[in-house]
């Protein structure tokens, strides 16, 4: 499926930026604080780290996407529901993923082995946005493409851009380009594109 060649703008809080958009293929949305160690970020979970304003960017990502994707393993540690934004495909190369029940408006909740099956079960899928851990981020490659990265608690966008960078350096041989930081409510976002060889 060829991906229009259009952003969609995210509207956090019902307020558009200009600087915060989905672009046409996989984002991926992480939240790491502004110091320690990168690779603890993913053993505690996000409530630990995320705020009210990187919630908020979450929902807006959300109500922007076609379709979420995550792993299992995050689905589990962070008790996913269905959601009344978008689809979440739930990447469970072991067939255990029991998705929950669906209620009230929501969407659907299911499993899958790839991303390649979204293109086979016929799911919009040309904005996708990414909810997992390093590991999957690194599987995916070259097919990772866009990155929205909240770096919680501080309003100092070097350290933001420094913490990002390392983020960066962790999914083997990526490179930043086209990025931009953004103060928000105590936060600073970094969001571009990515060059991964």
């Known amino acids: 499926m060829v991906a229009p060649s259009t952003v969609r703008q995210l509207i956090v809080e019902g307020t558009p930026n200009k600087h915060l958009a989905l672009r046409p293929g ?5 939240a790491i604080p502004p110091n320690g160690a990168l690779a603890e970020t993913w053993n505690i979970g996000s409530d630990a780290i995320s705020n009210p304003a990187d919630r908020a960017l979450l929902m807006a990502a959300r109500r922007a996407c076609d379709v979420v994707v995550t792993t299992a393993r995050t689905a589990a540690a962070e008790s996913y529901r269905p959601s009344k934004y978008a689809p979440i495909a739930v990447v469970d190369r ?19 082995s790839d991303l390649a099956d979204l293109a086979m079960l016929e799911v919009q899928s040309n904005f996708i946005l990414l909810e997992s851990g390093i590991t999957y981020a690194k599987a995916l490659g070259s097919r990772l493409e866009h990155f929205i990265v909240t770096v919680t608690n501080t309003s100092d966008a070097t350290t933001a851009l420094e913490r990002v960078e390392e983020l960066v350096r962790l999914l083997n041989g990526a490179q930043l380009e086209q990025y931009f930081a953004l ?13 991964i060889r």
């Not at 996989?26 to 992480?30: F, G, L, S």
């Open 26 to 30: 996989v984002t991926w949305i992480q």
């Open 94 to 112: 072991h067939s255990e993923f029991l998705p929950p029940v669906q209620f009230g408006e929501t969407k659907p909740m299911f499993g899958i």
């Open 183 to 195: 103060a928000q409510d105590g936060n600073v976002v970094v969001t571009g594109s990515l060059h």
